[in-house]
């Protein structure tokens, strides 16, 4: 069975730090582009940063670019998200989530491309 588990969430004051963590088991998705999402409270989920399975290619949205990074580590079949310079407007719930289809260098805001995803980890943010 495939699984995707998020952990790293927690509560953190405005302008600080949490490093989220993806582990992915059932399978390997060293050939998969793997993203993550959020969703607040009475908000759509949306798009927050991407990866391609070559690891060459990253990609954000306008509101996490230069806040948060994306990285993966095939060898441990995980994904990260290194958020810094945290605001109020962060807090959600943050899923992971992989394209098992993606051509090697493609990152996707698209959340109908990601075909498996994780059940989700709070991030709250104080002002």
């Known amino acids: 069975q495939v699984q995707l588990v998020e952990s790293g969430g927690g509560l953190v004051q405005a302008g600080g730090s949490l490093r989220l963590s993806c582990a992915a088991s059932g399978r390997t998705f060293s050939s998969a582009a793997l993203g993550w999402f959020r969703q607040a409270p009475g908000k759509e989920r949306e798009f927050v940063a991407a990866?391609?399975?070559?690891?060459?290619?990253?990609y954000y949205s306008d509101s996490v670019n230069g806040r948060f990074t994306i990285s993966r580590d095939n060898a441990k079949n995980t994904v990260s998200l290194q958020m810094n310079s945290l605001k109020p407007e962060d807090t959600a719930v943050y899923y992971c989530?992989?394209?098992?289809?993606?051509?090697?260098?493609?990152?996707?805001?698209?959340?109908?491309?990601?075909?498996?995803w994780g059940q989700g980890t709070q991030v709250t943010v104080s002002s």
């Open positions: 989530a992989a394209d098992s289809q993606s051509p090697p260098n493609r990152v996707t805001a698209s959340s109908y491309e990601y075909d498996y």
């Open positions: 990866i391609s399975w070559s690891d060459t290619n990253t």
